[in-house]
């Protein structure tokens, strides 16, 4: 059985169109949204010359030119709010910020301007941003560069945030982040860049209002975003060895949240892990679990059971790195758990 | 002092009644607040008229205009009505930000005032990037910046300057340098209390001016503004002036002198510019008892309207969090 309905994103077939990688999927959607609309342009640290950070934009300097392929000086907080600022006046502006430990420097300018104006004016100025920022950790980079803090993002009201799972999410969301009329974020966990997948489909736009269920199941709700997800995935298939039948839901939007894909999906299996690689104090997860409780207690019948990471900054020795983050391992041992406890 | 010769009676009329429209409206708020029809914070520009004033003059209806918490003046003399303004003090749904920013918040779309920003510094990068999209779509307009003096101590202020001119952008950099950040004196809070010389460091045109003298801050703001529009990059002006209230309601002003509150009253730039008006023979006692007249009556024409006006219903709470789907608005570009 399945609960997916036709209106939300679904796995690709695996016989469908061209692979891709996820950083080319960023780019191309990058570049046919400058070439579609001149309002468009990308403003960062090291987008142009070096070609980003992450190659995201490897080759767009050579295509649109230093006026739209904008390096930035280091200074997040006066890019960010350049950024806002531009967007008032009527530019559509994706700003990159190197990576989600650097946003705090522009913290002011995503708190305290850009998810406030809308509201403090009184409906009249909105902010069509477009913020990408790399996340996440499993990169030996230690706790300055590791972290995700998409979840920290997600509490803020006037803000939506979404975080690309899948190789089709990382191209298709950008279209429709542009034409948002709102700031969107949009977290690109760096260990998916490499990752092949299904190019995104013209005639399948995505949205930025559905969790997807990218494996359906019975016996157990895995719900993630973003770098955990393929984790997810590969624990569901070692579930399915030992005969468990685990259903996966990638959020995909973390602000404003689906609540009602996951509590369809916990009303037929009855049993929910949530996978995610922020801290668990006060996490992302904290609150899927929450809503489950308020809306959806009774259709649990065992306590629901999460896998994020450990409490501590983000180490550099790679066995106590892999140790604090979400595993297949971890993941696989929690819904058994749960499982078993049924 | 900039001499009156060629000012026009006229122009020193609108002059001295904007500076009364600014001074009568905030007295009556302070009036208010201690009836408790104010609430929040109340920032009060009294002493400061001939910055914002002067400065607006040299603006035409297509520039932006970003302020900060101390923008009462500012919004008024930019075009957006004292009823509006009062009424969003009130916090009434006919204020100009429909009573969801208050006195700190002041938002007006059709003269382009972008704010009303509380955070000090954080207005700044917004200038920047209006800026940025005139020039990147060819326009030829100017994004007005007002700050003060304690925003020179923020990162933002340095990111935004060296932004602005590495990038020649069309912004007016206003700081109104009242010698307060709140309760610390410029002195004990700025390694170099020459402000315009900070700018000056990442390569702009920048210069003091005397922020007392209406018709000073006029003239240097009209030779900033233009070259600023005809492609000179970036432009700095430090209005020195002086902030003759508290810096909130709730300042009990512990860390200065009656005696140097006192001093700078001497140069009031309402008294010095009316004074200067007549010794020029350019303001009779009825025209000025006119000025004021119309100053009174614009004041209490803007309490009438907040008194009337309406609270937005509950239920419209967690409006305006997102942008409504239809008709939503694009933003004036």
Redesign the interface.
Known sequence: MTVTTPDRPQVAPESATATTTYREAVREAIRAAMRADDRV?LMGEDVGRYGGCYAVSMGLLEEFGE??IRD??L?E???????????????R?IVEIMTVNFSLLAL??IL??AAT??????????VPLVIRMATGGGRQLAAQHSHSLEGWYAHI??L?VVAPGTVEDAGGMLAPALTD??PVLIFENALLYNREGPAPDPERPVDLVHAAVRRPGRDVSLITYGGSLHKTLEAAEALEQSGISAEVIDLRVLRPLDTETVLASVAHTHRVVLIDEGWKTGSLAAEVIARIGERAFYDLDVPPARVCSAEVPLPYAKHLEEAALPSVERIVAAARKVVGGG | MTPTDGLTREHGHELLLDMLRIRRMEERCAELYQKTKIRGFLHLYIGEEAVAVGAMRALTPDDAVVATYREHGHALIRGVSAEKIMAEMYGKQEGCSRGRGGSMHLYDAPTRFYGGNAIVGGGIPLAVGMALADKMQGRERVSACFFGDGAAAEGEFHESMNLAALWHLPVLFCCENNLYGMGTGIERAQSETRLALRAASYRMSAWDVDGMDVLAVEEATRRAAEAVRSGGGPHFLEFRTYRFRAHSMFDPELYRSKEEVAAWKERDPIELFRQRLRDAELLTDDEDAGLEALASDEVERAVAFAEAGTWEPVEDLERFVLSEPAPQREVAS
Not at chain 1, 119 to 125: A, D, P, Q, V
């Open positions: 342009f006026e739209r930035t000086p200074s907080s006066a890019f960010v709010g350049a950024g806002i600022g531009a967007a008032m006046a009527g530019m502006p002011d300018q305290n301007t104006v809308l509201h403090m004016s009184g409906g009249l100025f909105n009201p006037g939506k009329p709102d």
